[in-house]
């Protein structure tokens, strides 16, 4: 039942227009700059952009063309833990930019086509505070 709640509640924010006017957002810059970006542009992983959230046992990465299932680990909990100070509510999903190794999931599995295990955290964008879009749930 939880995660029949949890699938509805983020298929319904994912749905909802959003205009993210990021230009205007402070960024918190989390990585190197220089050389070591030369160097890591070969290192096989997946540049990614967009709205990340962790709720009851689901962790969710959605980019303006995608939307995958995040790997439950360590680094997964690092960015959840630097995005906290970020989130008004449980359920807020914050501005993030990972870079990461993008998997299918198994075939058994229930989700979203592709899974995104993050290897590098690189920035976290602070939510504009003039977008109001909220979906809240009631009983």
Known sequence: MKKTFFIAF??????SCKNNNKSEQEVTTIGADGQEKTAKL??????LKGDFIYF?????????TEVYGVVIDKKMHELDKKVQPYKKEDTDMVSVEIRGNIIPKPENEEGWPFRVEIKEILNIYKPNPEDNTVVKLGN
């Open 10 to 15: 983020i298929l319904t924010v994912f749905i």
């Open 42 to 47: 070969n290192d096989g992983l997946t540049l």
């Open 56 to 64: 009851a046992d689901a962790a969710v990465l959605q980019t303006q």
